[in-house]
């Protein structure tokens, strides 16, 4: 079993819908949660960031951690078709300088406008 | 900042030749890190470095990958032979031990196709 677990997908939603990300993980000791989008043929880039349990909001996007769980999540509303990438979570159970990151493998959505 | 900066975009090369990825980290990162990614494993962390100097190659997946950091600006991944298993995309990325730790920054990455 991976340490981090996330759906592949693709997951198709129509534009204007709420895109719901999420990946679980077995180490209790992950504290720091990342979100990168990827666009085809680019690196991934940074979304969100988060430490320990919890909601963030930016823009668009809400992150979420449910450390009883070990369960997090990543919500987009009002999505556009611009949305459309892979999107992978990533998470370290110290505060170092990415080193220490476990990916999970990404799921790819799509959104039809 | 003009971001991570990785060249060659694209190679395709027999198996056997030499490859060598190039990459220039963003200014002021002190650490960058050579990943590879594949379909079937994901982002793979091959080897990391702090102010230059090699930390972590434990995810060097055989002596025929080699890395270097000469200076603060510039690191090669060499693969020498090549093989076709080795197709992949190969990032380059930097960070900061900031206050944001955690957080690093990709380059577009390099496509090598081995034939």
């Known amino acids: 079993q991976k340490e981090v677990e996330q759906d592949p997908g693709p997951l198709s939603v129509p534009e204007g819908a709420i895109v719901s990300l999420n990946c679980t993980y077995s180490n209790s000791a992950f504290q720091y949660f990342m979100w990168y989008r990827q666009y085809s043929r680019k690196g991934p880039e940074l979304l969100m960031y988060t430490y320990s349990s919890g909601n963030k909001e930016d823009g668009r996007f809400t992150a979420q951690v449910d450390k009883s769980s070990k369960y997090i999540s990543l919500f987009i509303r009002d999505s556009q078709p611009s949305d459309s990438a892979t999107y992978l979570c990533a998470m370290s159970d110290i505060k170092a300088a990415g080193n220490k990151l476990t990916f999970g493998g990404g799921t790819r959505v799509l959104v039809k406008p | 900042d003009a971001g991570v900066i990785q060249s060659p975009r694209h190679e395709v090369t027999e198996m056997g030749q030499e490859v060598t990825l190039r990459c220039k980290p963003i200014?002021?990162?002190?650490?960058l890190f050579w990943y590879r990614q594949t379909m079937m494993r994901g982002l793979e962390l091959l080897i990391y470095?702090?102010?230059?100097?090699?930390?972590?190659d434990s995810g060097m997946p055989e002596d025929r990958f080699s890395a270097k950091m000469p200076n603060a600006s510039f690191s090669t991944l060499k693969i020498q032979p090549s093989e076709p298993r080795d197709s992949a995309v190969y990032f380059c990325?930097?960070?900061?031990?900031?206050?944001?730790?955690?957080?690093?920054?990709f380059g577009e990455g390099s496509w090598l196709t081995v034939v």
């Open positions: 200014s002021g990162h002190d650490y």
């Open positions: 990325a930097s960070s900061y031990f900031g206050r944001s730790g955690n957080t690093i920054y």
């Open positions: 470095f702090n102010n230059n100097v090699p930390i972590d």
